[in-house]
């Protein structure tokens, strides 16, 4: 079955950095889409990053463009999300899953029928 579990979630001030993963289970994740997401408190689940297989197209939120990162190690199971820059608005649960897409593309949209992992708490205070 597919299983995700992200690490790495932690406190830090602003303008520190975080590098959060997320482990894949139960699925060839060289041919997945895979975006990571975030709650912050009182509020829905957004889009944070995406991406589609091969690593070729990456796509980001408007609000973390130029200060997070998102990488893939096939061989290790692995998507990462290395976030710099960090600002109090960044608070909240960071989720991974796998999303939809086209060809060698990905959307900040979670597929339907994929579970959600159990998420990290990422705290950005000074």
């Known amino acids: 079955q597919v299983q995700l579990v992200e690490s790495g979630g932690g406190s830090v001030q602003p303008g520190g950095s975080l590098s959060l993963s997320c482990a894949a289970s139960?699925?060839?994740?060289?041919?997945?889409?895979i975006g990571w997401f975030r709650q912050a408190p009182g509020k829905g689940r957004e889009g944070v990053s995406c991406?589609?297989?091969?690593?070729?197209?990456?796509d980001y939120a408007d609000s973390v463009k130029g200060r997070f990162f998102i990488s893939r190690d096939d061989a290790e199971n692995t998507v990462f999300l290395q976030m710099n820059s960090l600002k109090p608005e960044d608070t909240g649960v960071y989720y991974c899953?796998?999303?939809?897409?086209?060809?060698?593309?990905?959307?900040?949209?979670?597929?339907?029928?994929?579970?959600w992992g159990q998420g990290t708490q990422v705290t950005v205070s000074p």
């Open positions: 139960g699925f060839t994740l060289e041919h997945a889409r």
């Open positions: 899953a796998k999303t939809r897409g086209y060809s060698d593309r990905c959307l900040l949209f979670k597929n339907d029928n994929d579970p």
């Open positions: 991406i589609g297989p091969g690593a070729g197209w990456a």
